[in-house]
């Protein structure tokens, strides 16, 4: 088993939709938990990331961290056809340990 | 201020031949990393520099593969001889030292080994 596991998708929904992306992981002890984003034929790019338990939103996106469940979501409102791009989650622990575990990546398209 | 700086973006190469990839990271990132990620995957981590210093590179095959950053700002990764399976995106990624979360990643080199 993964220590993070993301469904790969493709994911395609119509504009003005609301996504939900996922990841699920097995180790408990993760602690900080982030969300990229990538579109065809460039780096990763840094969407947000939490500390812990919890909920950040930042305009369209949110991001939700249940521990208990460890799962872990991106919400995306009112999608655009901008959003069409690779969503990476990944995830660290606490302290020194710098290493990020990261997801498969979901394929999101939203269409016009 | 310009991002993270890779070269070259495409390297179309035939197998046992050498490549090396250069990248600059934005100034005043201490941290470095050095990604390899293949298609449909998540990023994979060959090596993290803090400064010059070469922290984390377990993952590094060093068989073939060999990276330097020396002087602590820019660095080249080499693969030498290319295999078909080398054939991947290798993206170079900085940190401040403190932003182990924040990482900025370049466009990344596209190799192809024939």
């Known amino acids: 088993q993964k220590e993070v596991e993301q469904d790969p998708g493709p994911l395609s929904v119509p504009e003005g939709a609301i996504v939900s992306l996922n990841c699920t992981y097995s180790n408990s002890a993760f602690q900080y938990f982030m969300w990229y984003r990538q579109y065809s034929r460039k780096g990763p790019e840094l969407l947000m990331y939490t500390y812990s338990s919890g909920n950040k939103e930042d305009g369209r996106f949110t991001a939700q961290v249940d521990k208990s469940s460890k799962y872990i979501s991106l919400f995306i409102r009112d999608s655009q056809p901008s959003d069409s791009a690779t969503y990476l989650c990944a995830m660290r622990y606490a302290g020194n340990n710098r290493k990020l575990i990261w997801g498969l990546g979901t394929s999101l398209a939203v269409n016009p | 201020e310009a991002g993270v700086v890779q070269s070259p973006r495409y390297k179309i190469i035939e197998k046992k031949q050498p490549v090396a990839f250069w990248c600059n990271p934005i100034?005043?990132?201490?941290?470095l990393y050095w990604y390899l990620q293949n298609l449909g995957q998540g990023p994979e981590l060959l090596i993290r520099y803090e400064n010059e210093e070469a922290v984390d590179d377990s993952q590094l095959p060093k068989d073939r593969f060999s990276a330097e950053r020396l002087k602590g700002v820019d660095s080249t990764l080499k693969i030498q001889p290319a295999e078909l399976g080398d054939s991947a995106v290798y993206l170079c990624?900085?940190?401040?030292?403190?932003?182990?979360?924040?990482?900025?990643f370049g466009a990344g080199s596209r190799l192809t080994v024939l």
């Open positions: 990624a900085s940190s401040q030292s403190s932003g182990a979360n924040v990482l900025t």
């Open positions: 100034s005043g990132h201490n941290t």
